[in-house]
């Protein structure tokens, strides 16, 4: 069985990281992160305390929009090319199939994220003490994000226009890491990373189950 | 090879308000093959995936010991990967390292899965069932897209199987050349009947 998840882990790795069969890889949410942080000085001008101010807050949301952009070549590629049923004919829960496939996400997006946050702060004029509570904030938040993710895929795959409603599902879910992951970047918000870290948790805890019970529902 | 075993009791399958077919009882023990023919439609891909535990029959029920291989109309191979990649894949998965040699596929291994034709893909599931080491293979149309030569290797291959005490389920309107093949035929709106 640990052999299998490993197998599998490795495959979801490299399919996540590099991108194949109608898949992106990691590269497009990363460009798509830093290109909000471009573009936002252009919109709103140079400005520098302004930009301090409310960066920190796009770049949450970038990096929401982000997690958003690969939903629809999570697990809906798997499912239709029979990957899921000859998991399921070997035994293997799907709690434990999506559980992997998280982590396997998580490190294709979430650290990709971490290691380009530096640049979007750079371009939004964060300075040094407002970059490391975004790193805590994404290490934090991005697990969650990805749970999201993952649940929404496996929620929506099959489903005609599954991509456009994933996205449209993931949001709400999302607002609490929204909400806590900017705020903790207001003065005094460092309360909110604890705040991030447990919604993050409850998001990842509830990932396996809800994903599994959907995939095993989108084969009757 | 492991004990294996594959019974159904009276079971049912119902696809949206239809019933496709009810009634349907077999049992079958290692070295024993099943032909299920009948018209599209009939609910045979159905059957396999009950079969296999992917769907719950809608009444019956379904026993089986010993694990199960499926080939079906989804490949689960990787497309991208060149065959011997998208094959060892599984082989990590199942924990064997083991070839399939019979069916002709050695001249295939560097290309990519998405070049390979019809009959190639069918060739390469039948591969990942065999390797599999699985004693009970339920097969879904196995010889649609292979040509006179590889049919006839795909079903020594399975008479193979079952000389080693396995079980083999095919679901196909092709006849097959298979000794002491027991066929249910599924008509269309009736009940089955069994023939021996």
């Known amino acids: 069985m640990i052999r299998a998840l490993w197998a599998i882990f490795v495959r979801d790795v490299v399919l996540l990281t590099r991108g194949a069969q109608g898949r992106g890889g990691a590269v497009l949410p990363l460009l798509f992160f830093v290109a909000v942080a471009i573009l936002f000085p252009f919109a709103i001008g140079p400005d520098s305390r302004m930009l301090a101010r409310t960066g920190a807050g796009v770049i949450w949301v970038a990096a929401l929009l982000a997690a958003i952009l690969p939903i629809d070549r999570l697990v809906e590629p798997d499912i239709e090319g029979g990957f899921f049923d000859q998991w399921a004919l070997r035994g293997i829960a799907e709690e434990a199939l999506i559980a992997v496939r998280v982590v396997a996400h998580w490190l294709s997006f979430g650290v990709p994220l971490m290691l380009a946050a530096p640049i979007s702060a750079g371009l939004l004029s964060l300075d040094g003490a407002q970059l490391v509570t975004v790193e805590l904030g994404l290490l934090f938040g991005t697990p969650g994000l990805a749970a999201i993710g993952v649940t929404i895929a496996a929620l929506t795959a099959g489903l005609r226009g599954g991509a456009a409603l994933g996205g449209l599902l993931a949001i709400p879910l999302a607002v609490p890491l929204l909400i806590f992951g900017a705020g903790s970047l207001q003065p005094g918000g460092e309360g909110g990373l604890l705040l991030l870290a447990a919604a993050s948790l409850a998001a990842l805890a509830i990932a396996p189950f809800a994903g599994g019970a959907a995939i095993r529902a989108g084969r009757e | ?196």
């Open chain 2, 1 to 196: 090879m492991q004990e294996c075993r594959l019974s159904a009791t009276e079971i049912a399958c119902r696809r949206g308000d239809r019933i496709l077919f009810r009634g349907l009882s077999f049992a079958l023990g290692p070295g024993d093959a099943l032909q299920l023919s009948g018209p599209n439609g009939t609910g045979k891909s159905s059957l396999m995936r009950i079969l296999a535990g992917l769907l719950r029959p809608y009444a019956g029920q379904v026993e089986h010991e010993g694990r199960v291989a499926l080939t079906d109309e989804r490949l689960a191979l990787d497309l991208h990967l060149p065959l011997e990649k998208a094959l060892a894949f599984w082989g990590r998965v199942d924990g064997v390292v083991e070839r399939v040699s019979a069916l002709g596929l050695d001249d295939l291994l560097d290309v990519p899965v998405r070049y390979l034709s019809t009959g190639q893909k069918k060739r390469a599931a039948l591969a990942r069932v065999a390797a599999s080491g699985a004693p009970v293979w339920l097969l879904d149309e196995p010889l649609n897209g292979l040509d006179a030569n590889w049919s006839g290797v795909a079903q020594g291959m399975v008479e193979a199987h079952r000389a080693r005490g396995g079980i083999v389920v095919v679901a196909s309107h092709l006849p097959l050349a298979l000794a002491g093949l027991c066929a249910i035929a599924i008509e269309a709106h009736a009940p089955v009947d069994m023939l021996p």
